[in-house]
């Protein structure tokens, strides 16, 4: 599909450069000049300098721009432009000096045959047809020049803009390629020892509560499941990736103390939509890392909420006596891989806050949607 795009693109780009160079150089010239005697000598200048300027126009496009502006031989391409118009000019004085004995060969023709043409006068003492003056013979080089430059300017902003684009469309790829390998880096920022500790607990769990013990199996099967497939396919729907969340908030409780304050709200009602996934999962985890304590009070706090314009999400969580000093570099690749990746997807259209004390840290993500 994307090469019949391409195909059918070009072909596009063809017959649009056939137009203009058929409409700028032939179409107008043949309108313009229909009723003049020198029809013939006029469309045959404009002839041959439309074939000398499609020539400047893609020897500069396909061979002088690529081989030397790209590669910063600025010096070479500059003394390659000068002797091309040069060579052009040439080319264009051989031309004019055929015009000119061709015309010079009509006035004579004029002046010594039996009948002058329409569009003559003749005078009562030498009967000498009349001429309108003519432009400096100079003026046709000038112009010649001038539209040469012209066509040069137009064939290296056309393929300058081209290559913008094409380095656009590169970068983009290049982004493309490197959010997918920073979303396969954050699954695995979901620490591995979770599942370990959460095998453990679900192991603690069976022999004390089967029920409940076969519930945290399901749930971390789930949660595999998604790290493992659905987040695979780009991007998912909030849906999902609440329900993830929930997975996950589910079976780290299995391992909190009564001292461990958990708050959680996501929402219920919401027109469901496709995000990225894997954006919230590493604050979730920063907070069950370095907020709980067997020992102290400590608390969790996981908020979600989405209205017509914004989706909101706030998590905070208090800083035990051990982590204060360490979660800067225990939680910082998970964190900054998470900005990086909101950079690139959101550009502009989100906020992040992180806000630490001595006493608890707290997130505030706002995405326009």
């Given amino acids: 599909m994307m090469i019949n795009n391409q195909t059918m693109n070009n072909k596009i780009k063809i017959l649009i450069h056939i137009a203009i160079w058929g409409i700028l150089f032939v179409f107008f010239p043949l309108l313009i000049y229909i009723d003049s005697m020198y029809d013939t000598i006029f469309l045959r200048r404009s002839i041959v300098q439309t074939i000398i300027f499609i020539c400047i126009f893609y020897l500069n496009y396909f061979i002088l721009i690529p081989k030397l502006y790209f590669k910063n031989r600025i010096i070479a391409y500059v003394t390659s432009i000068f002797f091309l118009l040069i060579l052009s000019v040439f080319i264009f004085n051989y031309q004019e000096n055929i015009n000119d004995a061709k015309m010079e060969s009509m006035r004579n023709e004029m002046h010594f045959g039996k009948?002058?043409?329409?569009g003559f006068e003749n005078s009562e003492k030498n009967k000498m047809p009349k001429f309108s003056p003519r432009p400096s013979k100079k003026w046709p080089y000038y112009n010649f020049v001038l539209i040469s430059l012209l066509i040069a300017g137009i064939s290296l902003g056309l393929r300058l803009s081209e290559k913008l684009i094409q380095n656009e469309r590169s970068r983009k790829e290049v982004e493309k390629e490197k959010l997918n390998s920073e979303l396969a880096f954050l699954k695995n920022q979901v620490?591995?020892?979770?599942?370990?500790?959460?095998?453990?607990?679900?192991?603690?769990?069976?022999?004390?509560?089967?029920?409940?013990?076969?519930?945290?199996?399901?749930?971390?099967?789930?949660l595999m499941r998604y790290l493992l497939y659905e987040s695979e396919h780009g991007n998912t729907l909030l849906s999902r990736e609440i329900e993830f969340m929930s997975n996950f908030v589910d079976l780290?409780?299995?391992r909190l103390s009564s001292k461990v304050e958990l708050k959680v709200v996501f929402p219920k009602k919401y027109n469901d939509f496709e995000i990225p996934p894997l954006l919230f999962i590493s604050f979730i985890e920063n907070a069950f890392k370095h907020g709980?304590?067997?020992?102290?009070?400590?608390?969790?706090?996981?908020?979600?909420?989405?209205?017509?314009?914004?989706?909101?999400?706030?998590?905070?969580?208090?800083?035990?006596?051990?982590?204060?000093?360490?979660?800067?570099?225990?939680?910082?690749i998970g964190l900054e891989n998470v900005k990086?990746?909101?950079?690139?997807?959101?550009?502009?259209?989100?906020?992040?806050?992180?806000?630490?004390?001595?006493?608890f840290y707290s997130v505030a993500l706002t995405i326009e949607i």
């Fill in 115 to 118: 009948d002058f043409k329409p």
């Fill in 191 to 222: 620490s591995p020892h979770f599942f370990f500790n959460t095998l453990n607990n679900i192991y603690s769990l069976v022999e004390v509560n089967t029920a409940e013990g076969q519930k945290a199996i399901i749930q971390l099967s789930k």
């Fill in 252 to 254: 780290m409780k299995l």
């Fill in 292 to 332: 709980i304590s067997y020992i102290e009070p400590s608390f969790i706090n996981i908020n979600m909420s989405i209205n017509k314009k914004e989706m909101y999400f706030w998590c905070s969580n208090s800083l035990i006596t051990k982590e204060k000093e360490d979660i800067k570099t225990a939680s910082g």
């Fill in 340 to 359: 990086k990746r909101l950079d690139l997807l959101y550009p502009d259209k989100h906020s992040l806050i992180i806000n630490k004390t001595e006493v």
